[in-house]
């Protein structure tokens, strides 16, 4: 470089290939900020093992649409779960409520049939049922098994309580009339009443049916009921006897009332009668005491009047008569009846209370008594009937402990007992020794005669009886012979009969003429000409 | 160690990168075609260096994103780089599992090494032989393309195995980005001139 040149300098700028980088790290660090700011809510899911679930590849779905996937799988701190970590997309952040419920969807074989069993393939995957509830809850504990009717489903969830577990289990099914309108989401023991809690799940549009009014029985398994008025045995269908089920009905004769709301409580009562077991809230309390066995007398066992069930029996009042010192055994024991005027029909008042007293009272005036039946000679119960019994008088009332005491008339096998004994006795008193002395002067009357018989029948004469009637017999057989149609005199009579018949042939020709030409006596009739065979004319 | 100075440099001349007519330098424009004359390539290294921090931009989501996303029966297995050599390791694979971490990981970062290298050792006028330097370079220039490998791969399988639920591989963001980075070290490559090489080694120090 010799010459003097001004040296052009270009100036100094950033050249624009820094843009490139700058926009590498600029849409790098969108990307993040992107992704973070869209990224859906993070849950953690507590179950009780993680089959079927691997860390960055089971997913979370509901309604088969992909909500996330599982992150991580970790066991919980006390070791005996494991905790899933899970993050799912934006739009799913609604579906987080309080009572959504997780479950790993897996093959399994219930009684309700198979299900998941493309998982068998297709590996596990994590369910979700969206709830009802507030949203903004991120951890969840997941259960076992799916839920029996995944939340949101409409119909009407109701509570059971019953003092025994009986045959009702999760998954029974609800039963109105034999149809099947729900079933049984759970069935727990409840520790603290100890009483088993059940959780129904009836479907819209028979949640309709449940009233306020609505009685629930365990109809599952076979209910034989043994009692006075006889034997029955009731099943539900096939699938209540092996699996068992709740069924639902008014009690007879209830109005229907107020719908049921949801979560409202009821009883399971153990059988169909149970729901017809009304309790009357206005009775009256009798005491009737027996002498005879109480063998068979049970609380709830009927008192009828007639046939008529007015009232039931309460119990044996042992305990009051052990209070009372037992004042001499062979006094009668006193049974608690009670008697309820609504049964019969009368409105459930005291007035109609009061009314039966009172008829009653009038009642036992005029002979009512109240006796010891065997209701079912089966079962051996016995049941308490007020009657009239005619041949009974006036009587008091009695009193014991409190209670107007009704009084009682042996009856029953007592009674039976009673009538053999009263016709033993009559029996013996019959006056058997001057009859049988008679019987035997008769005896010996007719022996004589039978001996006479005999010599009768021995004697000579008698034997020839029998020959002379054998001859006798012979010639009249002969006899008859010879009239027979083969003997020689029918021949003959025959014979003369054929000729008289010729004779009078000959002579009808003769009367013929003689009335066609009564001339013909003294003149002879005129001589036809003999026809001549001829040839017929051609027509 | 001094070496010939008969350069074309030396000589005040510049070849024009268009027609490559030998032209003085100062003139800014090429006689015969009219392009724009540079004695070196213009910003070589700040270029080179841009592109090469573009490409280490990238590779990141080469490597964290799945390239490759398997779905055999419903399960989605997505796969990285990295996690699809780790797999096929498992599968006693290894001379596959060797060419891809050689062509996926191995050589992209060796590129990038290498240029970074070069950059700086003309940056700070290091005293290194240039006629490794230039090996080195050629290397570099020649192998970089090679790492296409990976993603011809992935495209292949993708066109390949559609065999809808039974098995079905999707390509994965990964693959888009380390095509990018291959791309990149490939322009980055291209715009480092390794004249400048020659240049800093041929001057004497002071």
């Not at chain 1, 899970?86 to 897996?106: G, S």
């Not at chain 1, 609504?342 to 007035?351: C, E, F, M, S, V």
């Not at chain 1, 308490?384 to 008339?409: C, K, M, N, R, W």
């Not at chain 2, 592109?51 to 398997?70: G, S």
Request: charged share 20%; hydrophobic share 45%.
């Amino acid at each position: 470089m010799t010459e003097a040149t001004a040296t052009v300098k270009p100036r100094r700028r950033v050249p624009v290939i820094w843009l490139v980088p700058i926009a590498a790290a600029l849409i790098g660090i969108w990307v993040v900020i992107y992704s973070y700011m869209t990224q859906g809510p993070e849950i953690t899911i507590t179950f009780s093992t993680a089959a079927g679930v691997e860390a960055g590849k089971t997913k979370i779905k509901t309604l088969d649409v992909e909500l996330g996937i599982v992150e991580s799988v970790e066991l919980t701190e006390d070791m005996r779960g494991v905790v899933l970590t899970a993050r799912l997309e934006r739009f799913a952040a609604p579906l987080l409520r309080e009572d959504t419920q997780f479950w790993v969807v897996r093959p399994r074989v219930g009684p309700g049939g198979a299900s998941g069993l493309g998982t068998i393939l297709s590996g596990g995957y994590i369910k979700l049922a969206a709830g009802t509830g507030k949203t903004g809850r991120r951890q969840f504990v997941g259960r076992d098994d799916p839920p029996l009717t995944p939340p949101g489903t409409p119909g009407l969830r109701l509570h059971l309580t019953s003092a025994s577990a009986g045959s009702v289990s999760a998954g029974d099914p609800v039963l109105f009339r034999g149809y099947r309108v729900g079933e049984v989401d759970s069935a727990e023991f409840d520790l603290q009443e100890q009483r088993m809690s059940y959780a129904l799940f009836i479907n819209e549009p028979f949640d309709a049916l449940v009233t306020q009014n609505t009685r629930f029985w365990n109809s599952g398994g076979i209910s034989v009921k043994a009692s006075a008025d006889g034997l029955e045995v009731d099943i539900g269908s096939l699938q209540t006897v092996l699996i068992g089920g709740v069924a639902f009905d008014l009690p007879d004769g209830a109005v229907p009332g107020p719908p049921a709301k949801e979560g409202d409580r009821y009883a399971l009562l153990p059988n169909r009668d149970a729901i017809n077991q009304r309790s009357f809230n206005h009775y009256a309390d009798f005491v009737v005491s027996f002498t005879q066995s109480l063998r068979g007398v049970r609380p709830g066992a009927p008192v009828e009047y007639r046939g008529i069930p007015i009232g039931t029996i309460q119990r044996v009042m042992i305990r009051e008569m052990s209070e009372q010192g037992l004042k001499g055994l062979g006094a009668p024991i006193p049974v608690l009846i009670r008697v309820e005027p609504a049964r019969i029909g009368l409105p459930d008042t005291p007035a109609s209370v009061a009314q039966l007293e009172a008829a009653l009272r009038t009642g036992v005036e005029h002979g009512l008594r109240a006796t010891l039946q065997t209701g079912n000679l089966l079962t051996g119960s016995s049941l308490v009937a007020l009657d009239f019994h005619p041949d009974q008088g006036a009587a008091p009332l009695g009193s014991f402990a409190g209670y107007t005491e009704i009084p009682v008339l042996a009856g029953g096998i007592e009674r039976l007992e009673e009538q053999i004994s009263a016709l033993l006795a009559k029996l013996n008193a019959l006056p058997l020794d001057p009859t049988l002395r008679e019987l035997d002067a008769t005896l010996v009357a007719v022996r004589d005669a039978v001996e006479d018989l005999k010599n009768l029948l021995g004697s000579d004469e008698t034997q020839a009886i029998p020959a002379s009637i054998e001859s006798a017999v012979l010639e009249t057989n002969r006899i008859l012979d010879s009239l027979s149609p083969d003997s020689v005199a029918a021949e003959r009579l025959n014979r003369s009969l054929a000729e008289l018949t010729e004779v009078l042939r000959n002579l009808e020709s003769v009367t013929r003429t003689l009335a066609d030409k009564p001339s013909a006596v003294i003149f002879s009739p005129p001589a036809t000409k003999d026809p001549v065979p001829q040839k017929r004319s051609s027509p | 160690m001094s070496y010939p100075a008969d350069t074309a440099a030396a000589r005040g001349l510049a070849l024009c990168h268009v027609c490559y007519q030998l032209d003085p330098v100062g003139r800014h424009h090429c006689g015969r075609c009219g392009a724009a004359l540079h004695l070196r390539h213009a910003n070589s290294l700040q270029r080179t260096v841009a592109l090469l921090v573009t490409a280490c931009i990238l590779y990141i989501p080469a490597n964290v994103l799945p390239i490759m996303d398997t779905i055999q029966l419903g399960r989605a297995g997505p796969s990285t780089i990295i996690g699809g050599v780790v797999f096929l390791l498992k599968l006693n694979d290894y001379p596959i599992a060797a060419v891809i971490f050689i062509a996926s990981v191995m050589v992209p970062l060796a590129k990038l090494g290498a240029m970074f290298y070069l950059v700086w050792s003309v940056q700070s006028h290091h005293r290194s032989s240039p006629r490794q330097r230039t090996r080195v370079y050629q290397l570099a220039e020649l192998v970089g393309r090679w790492s296409m490998v990976d993603v011809f791969v992935v495209a292949i399988l993708v066109a390949l195995i559609q065999l809808g639920g039974l098995l079905t591989i999707l390509p994965g963001p990964a693959a888009l980005a380390f095509a990018g980075v291959v791309v990149v070290t490939m322009l980055a490559a291209e715009s480092f001139d390794p004249r400048l090489i020659w240049d800093q080694a041929g001057q004497p120090h002071d």
